[in-house]
């Protein structure tokens, strides 16, 4: 007599058992608000990066400007060159080099804010990041934290004082 092969029915409810656990357990990390806070931080870290080349570029003071989302309205990032020397972000006479609508389309329930890594507070929003002409981070030191609207999922832009971006999950 031939033996068949194959599995068993028990064994099949059994295999099909262990994959509905560990769907379960990895679609925790695969959430679309993780993923867009993932994005919207690399995001506003290459803003920081353009913010610092372009303080280097025009040999002027150059900023990130950060908008926080309230309620059903967007926040931003604006990158700018302070024309008028005055070290703060003025809408009608800087030079806006790049502006990042976030809280919007893909990015809907993503909310940005200045944030204070050694205080583990919440810094002035909206407010600027600072580079001087040679692409210096001006004091104070601030970092960004991003977050959903939940507050379920956060990253933080880490800017050092020479201007290094770093994008983690949790502040230093």
Known sequence: MKSIQGLTLIEMIVVLA???????????????????????????????????LEAIKQNTVAGLYVASASGASAGE???????NTNNAYDAGTDKVVSNVPIGQGDLGKVRVELWDCSAGAAGTTPGTLLFNQRGIMQPPARSIRVRNSDSSAFRYVVVSSQGRVRVLSACP
Not at 25 to 51: E, H, K, L, Y
Not at 77 to 83: I, L
């Open 77 to 83: 990032v604006k990158v700018f060159a302070d024309t």
């Open 18 to 52: 262990v994959l509905g656990v560990l769907l379960a357990i990895g679609s925790r990390f695969i959430q679309s608000d993780r993923i867009a806070v993932t994005q919207a931080a690399q995001i506003i870290g290459a803003q920081v990066n353009r913010a610092r």
